[in-house]
């Protein structure tokens, strides 16, 4: 049982950093895939905002599916055409193909999303200790992975198909002999059964962390687009130094998330949920206020360690308020995740356009922050990890997932 666990986890850690390695050659080749194919400006927007809409729709989707197919199942073919999508980016020549590319790729990553973070869900149960940040932590680790490779071929001045290729040609095949360990979690019975099927209570309850979701992905979603310009045209750096601080923030979400699960497992979820907001916040605040791009850099450095552990611990946190239907209560939370992708660029540059760049990040500050209200819905339900923050481990793991 305990090498069934292991060989799970291994294999689903390794299609986090599948999707890490894939998104990060998407999202650090934009520039090419817009010269590739000719798009405006104007138009740009549109196709960007096109992945994470199609995303939610994904992630909708399988809190549909899951009701007759495994999420194992789900992922195990949602992964290859996330890769296989990225490769499509690379090779077509008309901005046609390039929306179908896109398209699929969108409805692909959100159903990738949502079924990853389920097995994540029920390995953390089955497991009986908190190794959900471990999962995110890989993701960082690919994401970081992705952008070496995507530099190399921007310095090589490769083709978008050339670059992609050798990537999809060692991810895909591995991806695929990796889902055959894959392990579906049980559900587990629910005292109350209209909050755990997922009715209008199950929303409400959920609510909270959707919130927390939002905020957090609006607070990512402002480094990654705006840290590169706002060091250099706010605080005055190079533009060498302007590409350092989303590299120094991803290093820190993965340290963060490396070191994560020990904080959860020592002093519970909630201390560790309210010390990432403080964290977060107090780096929007050092960013808002530097005066130069020194102190701007250790402002993007906390909030690496700040932000890391509040997307994982929401999804795990789901997972303990509804045990019986886990499933959906991950697909539903997940769609959250595109909403504050969607929301965080256009805000701060709306507000950085109208007022200032200093003062749009104190808006992310101020809505970090908002998630030390709704904290208390981080603690353990009757699903709690025994010790205080931990719970025996269980015999029932679920169903390993055999065979493609």
């Known amino acids: 049982m305990t090498d069934v666990l292991r060989r799970g986890r291994a294999s689903l850690a390794f299609s986090f950093f599948a999707q890490g390695v894939a998104f990060?050659?998407?999202?650090?080749?934009?520039?090419?895939?817009?010269?590739?194919?000719?798009?405006?400006?104007?138009?740009?927007?549109?196709?960007?905002?096109?992945?994470?809409?199609?995303?939610?729709?994904?992630?909708?989707s399988?809190?549909?599916?899951?009701?007759?197919?495994?999420?194992s199942r789900l992922l195990r073919w949602a992964q290859p055409v996330v890769l296989l999508a990225l490769l499509g980016v690379g090779a077509g020549d008309s901005t046609v193909e390039l929306g179908i590319a896109l398209g699929a790729f969108g409805l692909a990553v959100g159903m990738l999303d949502a079924s990853m973070n389920m097995l994540g869900v029920s390995l953390q149960r089955a497991y009986g200790r908190s190794i959900m940040l471990s999962f995110h932590a890989v993701f960082s680790l690919g994401g970081?992975?992705?952008?070496?490779?995507?530099?190399?071929?921007?310095?090589?001045?490769?083709?978008?198909?050339?670059?992609y290729l050798p990537v999809v040609v060692v991810l895909l095949p591995a991806a695929l002999v990796g889902s055959r360990w894959y392990v579906d979690g049980g559900a587990e019975p629910v005292a109350d059964k209209a909050a755990g099927e997922g009715g209008t209570l199950a929303f409400k309850l959920l609510l909270p962390l959707c919130l927390v979701m939002t905020f957090a992905y609006i607070g990512d979603s402002t480094v990654s687009n705006w840290s590169a310009k706002y060091l250099e045209d706010v605080l005055g750096s190079s533009e060498q130094m302007a590409t350092v601080p989303y590299n120094v923030y991803m290093v820190t979400t993965l340290i963060g998330r490396g070191l994560g699960d020990l904080g959860v497992r020592r002093y519970g979820a909630v201390v560790v949920v309210r010390a990432g907001a403080v964290v977060a916040a107090l780096g929007f605040a050092v960013v808002a206020a530097a005066p130069g791009a020194w102190v701007g850099m250790l402002g993007f450095t906390l909030l690496g360690l700040g932000l890391c552990v509040l997307v994982p611990q929401t999804f795990a946190a789901a997972g303990r308020l509804f045990p019986g239907a886990s499933d959906a209560a991950v697909a539903r939370l997940n769609v959250f995740n595109y909403v504050g992708f969607l929301i965080g660029s256009p805000l701060v540059g709306a507000l950085g356009d109208a007022w200032s760049y200093r003062g749009a990040m104190l808006v992310p500050m101020v809505l970090v922050l908002v998630t030390l209200v709704y904290a208390r819905s981080f603690a353990p339900q009757p699903d709690r990890y025994g010790g205080g923050h931990e719970r025996p481990r269980t015999a029932d793991v679920g169903r390993g997932s055999n065979g493609l």
């Open 24 to 60: 990060a050659l998407l999202v650090t080749r934009i520039p090419a895939i817009q010269d590739r194919y000719g798009v405006s400006d104007a138009l740009l927007p549109a196709f960007l905002a096109a992945v994470p809409i199609l995303a939610g729709v994904g992630s909708v």
């Open 62 to 71: 399988t809190e549909k599916l899951v009701k007759r197919i495994p999420p």
């Open 144 to 163: 970081m992975v992705g952008a070496s490779l995507a530099w190399v071929g921007a310095h090589w001045d490769l083709a978008l198909f050339v670059s």
